[in-house]
């Protein structure tokens, strides 16, 4: 009885077999399988380590622009000058760079008597959201500041809208995820100047 027709012949199955060894040895492809396998964690990475390099940058220059700005004050120069709520806020994102976009930038100045009466500013609400000064823009620094020789400090708040742009990173402390708000404080005494009456 003959089974010719079920099964293969002799050349058919040692042509299926050379294939087969042929598509074992070839190894074109191979990088582009094992990228494959690593690009999802590869991104995440080198998206997490943009973002951080990124969120650093701008911490950085809001506390650069900060010191340069809150010294007007230490030395008594924005209160004699009768620089305004406003002005002090645009000095602060002008030293700090044309990256920082003012609009997303609150500033708080606060004056105290002692240092145990100091109390650090929060740039969110008990919801999430952030605050705003209520200062009047057109109001003189020096309300706020206090006088010679007082303790003063100066917290900016930044609403960092970065995170929502950067794919594979979710970092945020508000209500909206959207955007992560950073906080720089500074505390210091003013320097006894001489005051104008």
Known sequence: MSTSGLEPSPQVRGMKRSRWLRFKRDDAGVTAIE????????????????????????????????????RLIRTGQAQSSGMTVKQFKDAICSEAGSWIRCNNLQVFVSAY??????????????????RTNPAPPGQMIGVSSGGASEIVIVTACYKWDLPASIPFIEIDNMSNADAYMMQSTTAFRAEPYEENN
């Not at 080198?46 to 700005?69: C, H, N, P, R, W």
């Not at 145990?116 to 500013?121: D, F, I, P």
């Open 35 to 70: 990228f494959a396998g690593v690009a999802l964690p590869f991104f995440m990475l080198l998206f997490g380590l943009i973002g951080v390099a990124f969120f650093y940058f701008v911490l950085t220059s809001i506390e650069k622009g900060m010191d340069q700005t809150s």
């Open 113 to 130: 008597a002692s240092w145990a009466a100091v109390q650090a500013e929060a740039c969110v609400d008990a919801g999430g959201n952030p």
